[in-house]
């Protein structure tokens, strides 16, 4: 499977921007897309994601729960990510992300197997 990111920019403080990952390649395989990101000088965390594993569910970070929001669009293999009420702290490179999951854990989730686009960078400052 293979992933390629768009849309990503700068943006001023409570500004939006919407992401779009396009995927190809054995599609089947996989249940889950959704996005990850990784801030200057931290770990890469969980964004949001969609998901046909266990009766289905589109999940979010509390960090972005009620401004971002994910969708798919099966037809075209893609999966977007509109980010609203942008703030400093998203800044970031986010990475589309494709997986088979397999369950929830306490600490995140767990992947039969996964992959990964390049990233795209956001950038949130006046």
């Known amino acids: 499977v293979q992933l390629v990111e768009s849309g990503g920019g700068l943006v001023q403080p409570g500004g939006s921007l919407r992401l779009s990952c396009a995927a190809s390649g054995l599609i089947s395989s996989i249940n889950t897309m959704g996005w990850y990101r990784q801030a200057p000088g931290k770990e890469r965390e969980w964004v949001a994601h969609t998901t046909s594993a266990n009766r289905g569910s589109t999940d979010y970070a509390d960090s972005v729960k009620g401004r971002f929001t994910i969708s798919r669009d099966n037809a075209e293999n893609t999966v977007h990510l509109q980010m609203n009420s942008l703030e400093p702290e998203d800044t970031g490179v986010y990475y589309c992300?494709?997986?088979?999951?397999?369950?929830?854990?306490?600490?995140?989730?767990?992947?039969?197997?996964?992959?990964w686009g390049k990233g795209t960078q956001v950038t949130v400052s006046s």
């Open positions: 992300h494709a997986a088979r999951l397999l369950d929830s854990r306490a600490d995140g989730w767990e992947y039969e197997y996964d992959y």
